[in-house]
């Protein structure tokens, strides 16, 4: 998991933000190849978010969260902020006002367009 200001091109993924700025690979076992890489987020200049975790679950479904939005008024680490990123149907909160924590959820091998 990382991000860009570049663009980062998906490699066998179904579920895909074009123009996202965070993303996701899963290796080969010797490290030579990507299984498949995926964006998500909004198709800003930067980053929406700061990570601040990143987990892979026994069934290889991933977590990743990270705030979203300046830090009391301190922009050093500027970030688009959270607004129009996906937010699943029973979110807990799911409206933004631009600066929030944001907890992203993907099936296996980015094989759904929707996220779980």
């Given at each position: 998991?990382?991000?860009?200001?570049?663009?980062?091109?998906?490699?066998?993924?179904?579920?895909?933000?074009?123009?996202?700025?965070?993303?996701?690979?899963?290796?080969?076992?010797?490290?030579?190849?990507?299984?498949?890489?995926?964006?998500?987020?909004?198709?800003?200049?930067?980053?929406?978010?700061?990570?601040i975790a990143f987990l892979v679950d026994?069934?290889?479904?991933?977590?990743?969260?990270?705030?979203?939005?300046?830090?009391?008024?301190?922009?050093?680490?500027?970030?688009?902020?959270?607004?129009?990123?996906?937010?699943s149907t029973d979110a807990y909160k799911?409206?933004?006002?631009?600066?929030?924590?944001?907890?992203?959820v993907m099936k296996r091998d980015a094989?759904?367009?929707?996220?779980?």
């Amino acid at each position: 998991m990382g991000q860009t200001t570049g663009n980062w091109v998906p490699i066998n993924a179904i579920y895909v933000d074009a123009g996202a700025k965070q993303f996701i690979g899963k290796l080969q076992p010797d490290l030579s190849s990507y299984i498949y890489t995926t964006t998500f987020g909004t198709a800003s200049t930067i980053p929406n978010i700061s990570p601040i975790a990143f987990l892979v679950d026994r069934c290889e479904n991933v977590y990743v969260s990270g705030w979203g939005g300046d830090v009391a008024g301190n922009n050093a680490f500027p970030n688009a902020g959270t607004f129009g990123m996906r937010v699943s149907t029973d979110a807990y909160k799911p409206t933004t006002d631009g600066k929030d924590f944001y907890f992203f959820v993907m099936k296996r091998d980015a094989a759904d367009p929707n996220p779980l």
